[in-house]
């Protein structure tokens, strides 16, 4: 076992393509984080492999925020407070309808326990990888604009060595373990501000001129168990 690293940062994202939220600690499980883009809202009209409503086809989505209200195992309540301060259930025809009308789209809400996730239930970066393409970029290092479930600060300081982790395996934690499974091939998401939604192309430029548009790896759950902030992050033989 090789210690590379400590966990610097959790973030679920519970609505796919809105704000996140940073978590302490959780459990992870063979899903991945606990309600981690369990809603999602889709494109009636679609017929693409990937159908999702984004940021993508609304930046503004970046700025409507998740709230999650727990009071036990299976009573989960969550709220979605609009860019203007409007409170809606996720679940409410006012929330899918006021979506509808800014982006002229005809959505539906998918709930599914599982996540809709665009290749696997984790998604990780290391901190100096976001600090080096900040600096290729001459923009703010701000790991949330690369929308990670795991963001590690390494021992040894190389940006982009988790790419070298491909087909390895990580514990995290005393217990959890993911498999590495691939690159992570960006998209124009990158180039949205994480708060404002206001796009900045040099990030994704530098993205794909310099580095062949990748930036962290995706990974699958092998065995669930506790993962939180400072926890080491460990290779497998």
Not at 32 to 41: E, I, K, Q, V
Not at 105 to 126: C, Q, T, W
Not at 137 to 158: C, K
Request: glycine share 6%.
């Amino acid at each position: 076992m090789q210690s590379v690293g400590t966990i610097s940062q959790l973030r679920r994202y519970p609505v796919k393509s809105m704000r996140g939220e940073s978590l302490p600690a959780t459990t992870l499980t063979l899903q991945g984080l606990p309600l981690d883009r369990s809603y999602a809202f889709v494109q009636k009209d679609s017929r693409s492999s990937f159908p999702w409503f984004t940021a993508r086809e609304m930046p503004e989505l970046l700025r409507y925020i998740p709230t999650v209200v727990e009071s036990g195992p299976q009573d989960v309540e969550v709220s979605v407070t609009t860019p203007d301060g409007m409170i809606f259930p996720i679940q409410s025809d006012e929330l899918r309808q006021s979506l509808e009308a800014r982006s002229g789209k005809n959505l539906f809400l998918l709930h599914d326990y599982r996540g809709s996730f665009d290749v696997a239930p984790i998604s990780l970066i290391s901190c100096q990888t976001v600090s080096q393409i900040a600096k290729e970029s001459d923009t703010e290092a701000d790991s949330v604009r690369f929308r990670p479930n795991l963001l590690v600060d390494l021992h040894n300081g190389e940006a982009f060595e988790e790419l070298n982790w491909i087909g390895r395996i990580l514990r995290l934690g005393d217990a959890a373990r993911i498999a590495i499974l691939k690159v992570d091939q960006r998209c124009m998401m990158i180039s949205l501000d994480p708060v404002s939604a206001k796009p900045n192309h040099a990030v994704q430029r530098c993205v794909v001129e310099q580095h062949n548009n990748s930036a962290g790896v995706y990974a699958a759950v092998l065995t669930p168990g506790e993962v939180r902030i400072g926890g080491t992050v460990s290779l497998e033989s």
